[in-house]
């Protein structure tokens, strides 16, 4: 029904800078928040930034001032800019869109993922 594709994850050295895209596409209505998480090995899953609709934004206290999520809704796009990145950056990033989709009976809403990117920040 939705799908969601991210670009944007490489390997950059720290102090650098990488910018996430995540792009929705399939039978979507609308779209709620949107945001990503990280896990890198031995560490819980982090949300790392999140937007709703309107435009609001939270922001993990670790790349608060250094990371900015924005989004694109004529496009079903989000994007995560990442500036000073720090080697515990490190880790596979990850997107998730609230979504309401199209069903032949009418509507309903879920949570969809991407299939998550990888971002290396070396030392």
């Known amino acids: 029904q939705v799908q969601l594709v991210e670009s944007g994850g490489g390997l950059v050295q720290a102090g650098g800078s990488l910018r996430l895209s995540c792009v929705g596409s399939?039978?979507?209505?609308?779209?709620?928040?949107m945001g990503w998480y990280r896990q890198s090995p031995g560490n819980q899953r982090e949300l790392v930034a999140s937007?709703?609709?309107?435009?609001?934004?939270n922001y993990a206290d670790s790349v608060n001032g250094r990371f900015t999520i924005s989004r694109d809704d004529a496009k079903n796009t989000v994007y995560l800019q990442m500036s000073s990145l720090k080697p515990e950056d490190t880790a596979v990033y990850s997107c998730?869109?609230?979504?309401?989709?199209?069903?032949?009976?009418?509507?309903?809403?879920?949570?969809?993922w991407g299939q998550g990117t990888q971002v290396s920040v070396s030392s």
């Open positions: 399939g039978s979507i209505v609308r779209i709620a928040s």
């Open positions: 937007i709703t609709r309107g435009g609001s934004t």
């Open positions: 998730y869109a609230d979504v309401v989709v199209f069903l032949e009976i009418g509507t309903t809403t879920g949570r969809y």
